[in-house]
C-alpha cells in the first residue's frame, strides 16, 4: 500500500493486486487491534539479519521520513514508552489513512487477484487465477507465512523462487515458546515481572527484562517473543536453549545477599511459613510451582527449607525451549530473500531489472514495539519512489 502510494505520488499508474476482498487483514490485528506503527526508539540493534549492514544506510537515511509520510496522510499518533499508535487506538485508522490515500491517487485496487505467476521479456506480465497484467515494473510485497489467515501464507516465496531468487531459513519469530515440564498448569495465567537470560548451549545470548506471561504450554510476552527469534534460529541448528529466569528482579544484589535477605525476612516475619514469606513478593501459582520443583510440604519452615535451592528457583529459575509455537501463532517469520541479492538503496531486485521486493519477504526481521512495520514503511517507500522515477 505504501508502495502504490508513493510510486502514484511520483504520477505512476499503479495496479495493487491483492488476494483477499480487502485490504490491509494483518494490519487490522497488529498491536493487538491498535496497530503499534513505528516507534520512536530507533537503533539499528532492534533490526535483525544475515546481513544487517545492508539494510542500516537505507534505514539511516529512510527513517526519518515515515512520521511526515503519515502525516501527510492525515493521521494523528499517541504515543506510549516512545511505541506510536493511531490517536483512535485503532489499527483501521492506519488503514483508512492508506486506502483513502490510494483513492484519492486514482491507484486501481483490484481485490481477489490471487497472483499465481509472474514472468518478464520485454514487460512483466503478472498471472493471477482471474487475469493476466502487463506492466513495466513490479513490486512484490506478499508478506510472509507468519498469521497465514491474513492471506500471507507463504505462497510469496515460491513465487520469487521461481523468478530466482534465494531464501534463508524461514522461521517464526516473535512467538510462544513451549517446555516440557509437568507444572505449567500451576502457573497457567500468571503475569509477573521477570528478568530473563537466554543462554545457548550455556552461553549468554541476551538478557530481557519485561513481564513474563506463564501458560499452560510455556511462556509468552514481549520479553519472550524478543528471545524467540534467536531460539528459533538455535533449535534449527540442534542447540540447547534455556532461558533463567530473575522472578525477583526488584532484588539488586547477590544470591548469597538474597539468601541473607530472605533469611531476615524469616526473624522479622516471626512463627511465618517459607510460604507465607515468598507470598510477600511472588504470585502464589508461582510459589506452588516452586514449591513442587524444591519438593517442600506447604508449611516447612526457612530454617528447615533446603535454602540454596530456593533461592536459585527464585534468582535463576530454569525454562528448558523444546519448541517455539508455529507459524499460525507468530507474528513474524524470520528469514526472507537475502539482502545481498535486493539492491538495498533502492529496493530493486538484483536478479531481474525492474522488479523491486519489499516488507516481511525479505531476511530482515524487528523487535517487538513497531519495528515490522517500520521495515515495511522503510522498504515499502523506497520501492514506490524507485520503481516510479521517470514516470
Ligand atoms: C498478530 C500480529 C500482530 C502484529 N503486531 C505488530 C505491531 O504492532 N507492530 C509491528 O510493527 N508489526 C506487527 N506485526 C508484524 C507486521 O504486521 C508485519 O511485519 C507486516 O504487516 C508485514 O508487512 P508486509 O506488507 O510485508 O506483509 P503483509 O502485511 O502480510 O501483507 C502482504 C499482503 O500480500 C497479500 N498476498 C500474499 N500473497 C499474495 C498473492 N499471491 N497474490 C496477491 N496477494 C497476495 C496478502 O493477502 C497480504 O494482504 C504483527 C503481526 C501479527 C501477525
Redesign the pocket.
Known sequence: MVSAIKAAMNGAKVTL????NK?????L???NGR???WNEYQDITKYHSENIELFQELWQTKKDVILPFFHNLGLIEKVTNGYYYPFSNQASTVLNALETKLKTLKVTIKLN????KITKDKKFHVY?TNNIYESDKVII????K??PK????G??YN?VKSLGHNLTPILPSLVQLTGSDNYYKLWDGVRSNATLTLKENNQIIRTETGEAQFTNYGLSGICIFNLSSYISKGLLNNQTEIIYLNLVPWYKGSKEEFLVWLNNQSIKLNNYTLKDILLGFLNPKLVNVIFKIAKIKDDILWENAPQTKIVDLLTNFPFKVQDTLDFNH???CQGGIPLTEVNMQTMESKIIKDLYL????LDIT?EC????????WIT?LTAGEEASKNA
Open positions: 493486486l491483492e488476494r483477499n485490504l490491509g487483514k494483518k494490519l490485528l497488529t498491536g496497530c503499534n506503527f487477484e490471487y497472483v499465481t493471477t510485497a506478499g508478506g510472509s507468519a498469521s491474513t492471506g500471507s501464507d505462497n510469496i513465487l507468530a507474528q513474524v519489499v516488507g516481511e519477504l524487528g514495539g513497531g519495528y515490522n512495520l517500520g521495515i515495511a515499502g
